[in-house]
């Protein structure tokens, strides 16, 4: 028992210097004399922690291998192959976390991602206070939202939706009208400094129909299977072969524009099996170097262009597992909560993304090759 405690503690603390690494190092907007510095620090970080989740993966798959560790070994491939291809660790990083996770108590995984997600929030403003940080502001037909230190003001709320919803998963148990509450106040909160609307609407919706979430309902949960089907095939299609002119007649511009953005890059770079090198381009950047605009906000897309077909695939075998353990332990919440950041995905990068996304962290239910509950016993 003490070995395994031994080698859990690895895994925690590679979890803790990367969520610190990921967020607060080397996404926050410094100061330009300080903005070098900490980014060295940061990728250093995230290069410690991979240091010692390797040591831990041979140490732990040394002493027995099954096949859902043959399955991940080949996903952390493809991931690390992308990653070399297109020079973005993001999904590679997120990869080696979740196959690591396999035999790491859930529960205890997310206490630890979600006190580290907290401190972060607190270190944000913190930092924000001290002036070492620049809050960006943005101003949109709809409102004006601050960054209060974060690259933008949607990331900043992409970081409260997670930290939230994350804090309703662990509290589960408590008085529903107290969670729909926070909820619902959050949001209002969420928009008052963002004004981010996605974030802000599917906060609010779920704080609505939690009531919904607390009932064995099975057509709830076939809704839902069909609900993540038909997000990932109809982002596909709208990027493929839809009506871009019938896209922009759905009322909404901001959301049409996501898949003109991906039609466009998928036009001009095609499918990749290990993705394709494209060259992000921002407006702000465009300004400066009269560069052609190339954005991608699409999560689900820019996973499929970008990191390419294979760590699509990935992802896709990692949502399915997610959502099978879930179903056999009828937890709905987790579901909803799952289909909520898959919408977000179609409107933001943070689909794919760790310290954005803490279900990616659940992916592994079919790896261990037993129940979570049981997982969790195994390690209390």
Known sequence: MITKI??????????????????????????????????????YGKRVSITILLIYLVWEFSRKFVLWDVVGLFAMIAAFISYRTVYDDTFFMATVFVVCGMRISKRKALKCYYKNLFFCMIAILILLFLGLTQNKIYNFSYGTGYSL??????NLALLILNLTLLWVYLNSEKNKYTIAAICIVVSALMWKITVSRTSTILLATFG???????????????????????IICGAIYFMIGGNTESIL????HNFAVRFLQAKNIYDRYGLSLW???????SMAE???????VVIL??????LLLFHGCACFGVFILGLVSLEASASRRKDYLLIVISVIFLITGLMEKSVYTLQMNFTLLLMTGLGTGISQDETDKLYD
């Not at 990921?22 to 926050?28: H, K, W």
């Not at 609505?208 to 993540?228: A, C, E, G, Q």
Request: proline residues 1%; hydrophobic residues 45%; charged residues 15%.
């Open 6 to 43: 031994r080698k859990e503690s690895l895994y925690y603390i590679a979890l803790t210097i990367y969520m610190w690494s990921a967020t607060i190092f080397t996404t926050l907007n410094w100061k330009p004399s300080l903005q070098r510095a900490f980014i060295i620090f940061g990728q």
């Open 149 to 154: 230190g974060t690259g933008h003001s949607n």
């Open 208 to 230: 609505i129909v939690y009531f919904m979430l607390k009932t064995n309902n099975k057509f709830l949960l076939h809704l839902l299977r069909v609900l993540i089907l038909g």
């Open 249 to 252: 007649n759905i009322g909404d």
């Open 275 to 281: 993705g394709n090198n494209i060259k992000f381009v």
């Open 286 to 292: 465009a300004a400066i170097t009269k560069e052609a």
């Open 297 to 302: 906000d699409n999560g689900l897309l820019r």
